[in-house]
């Protein structure tokens, strides 16, 4: 998959809500209630993960989970980002 360049970037984020630009990559942090809920979250957005066959960098603080997405043997950001950010928004 190719890398999208700025236009490309700009029309992907405009329909996936939630997620900003930083760097090379697209983020988005979550809040629960508690760890627990985090946690479950974290477990949903694996199986997402796996049936995309494309993963995310997880951070987890406590109550809150931050989600990285970018495609790495691209160097960037991919159609396979964007697609996969918005099918994690459902969760």
Do not use: C
Not at 72 to 87: I, S, W
Request: glycine content about 4%.
């Amino acid at each position: 998959m190719d890398r999208l360049d700025s236009d490309a970037i700009d029309r992907e984020l405009a329909t996936t809500p939630g997620w900003e630009l930083a760097e090379d990559a697209i983020v988005k942090t979550v809040t629960f209630k508690d760890f627990k809920e985090a946690m479950a979250f974290v477990n949903r957005v694996a199986e997402v993960a796996e049936e995309h066959n494309h993963h995310p960098d997880i951070a987890i603080r406590w109550n809150k989970v931050t989600l990285t997405q970018s495609t790495h043997v691209a160097g960037g950001l991919t159609e396979y980002d964007f697609r996969l950010a918005r099918h994690l928004n459902e969760l």
